[in-house]
């Protein structure tokens, strides 16, 4: 399994941008639980957003009403769409996968066996 995470950048506070996670070399990837996680300079990892196999979602407090994340199974990518950015969005954004997360574990980062490469997102004027 192999993951592909795009579409950081710069962008300004109150901006939005898209991420996006691609699976390769996948099967029955709607088996798959993925995250969306970040870390910041200094900072631990932390979950941002999670969407399990059954299409139910997780966000943290910190993102709540301002991500949303989706996936579209047939093109094997989750999105996360990102709005009202805020300076203490800026981070590396990483995302994950895995088939044997249940929910409960949705947003620990050790439930999950794949990861991607990370993209940079910086929120800033």
């Known amino acids: 399994v192999q993951l592909q995470a795009s579409g950081g950048g710069l962008v300004q506070p109150g901006g939005s941008l898209r991420l996006s996670c691609v699976a390769d070399r996948i099967q029955d990837y709607d088996y798959y639980a993925v995250g969306w996680f970040r870390q910041a300079p200094g900072k631990e990892r932390e979950a941002v957003s999670c969407?399990?196999?059954?299409?139910?979602?997780y966000y943290s407090d910190s993102v709540k009403s301002r991500f949303t994340i989706s996936r579209d199974n047939a093109r094997a990518t989750v999105s996360l769409q990102m709005t009202s950015l805020k300076a203490e969005d800026t981070a590396v954004y990483y995302c994950?996968?895995?088939?044997?997360?249940?929910?409960?574990?949705?947003?620990?980062?050790?439930?999950?066996?794949?990861w991607g490469q990370g993209t940079l997102v910086t929120v800033s004027s």
């Open positions: 994950a996968a895995d088939a044997n997360v249940i929910l409960s574990s949705v947003s620990l980062s050790q439930a999950y066996d794949y």
């Open positions: 969407i399990s196999n059954s299409d139910a979602t």
